[in-house]
């Protein structure tokens, strides 16, 4: 079975707090589906997202985490949870460990992956500009390529700049 994109939501939010909620999921989750979630935050470089929940009881496994070494004090860390119970009205919530500005979520749904080792590479780069980005910036990364039927590319990015 090819991995197909089903849904996903986001949400941002400026001001200091300690945890973020995307909207729910337009449609229910499929049980058995991958979610994979996106979580940046900014300017404490002490703070960390402490874990990822839904309201379907899920429970996010910590993929990667990202420090933006520029002096900007961006984090950026991906979260995933495999054979996902399913449901409707679905939730998902990042935490921190103290109220912290600049919190983006990103929750996405996936069907057709491994219900278990779905996730076998990963990596992170930065592409930084000062002063405020161009058009012409670009977000890159190292090639990646699949090695099993199933499998999902994902990319996450941030905006040190605090305008995604």
């Known amino acids: 079975m090819a991995a197909a994109f089903v849904q996903s939501k986001s949400a941002t939010a400026d001001a200091g707090a300690t945890t973020i909620a995307a909207p729910a999921f337009a449609a229910s ?59 409707a009205a679905n939730v998902v919530t990042a935490t921190f460990s103290a109220s912290t500005n600049l919190r983006r979520i990103a929750a ?17 780069s930065v592409n930084y500009q000062d002063p405020a980005p161009t058009t012409t910036d670009g977000v890159t990364s190292t090639a990646k390529t699949t090695t099993a039927d199933g499998e999902v590319l994902f990319g996450g990015t941030m905006d040190t700049q605090a305008n995604a």
């Not at 996405?108 to 992170?124: C, I, K, M, R």
């Open 108 to 124: 996405h749904e996936y069907s057709g992956v491994a219900t278990a080792s779905a996730l076998d590479q990963f990596t992170n």
């Open 29 to 87: 989750v499929t049980a058995g589906n991958l979610l994979v979630v996106w979580v940046t935050w900014g300017e404490v470089s002490s703070i960390t997202c402490t874990g990822v929940s839904d309201s379907l009881g899920n429970t996010y496994t910590a993929a990667t985490a990202f420090v933006d070494g520029t002096g900007q004090i961006q984090r950026a860390q991906m979260w995933y949870k495999e054979n996902a119970t399913g449901g």
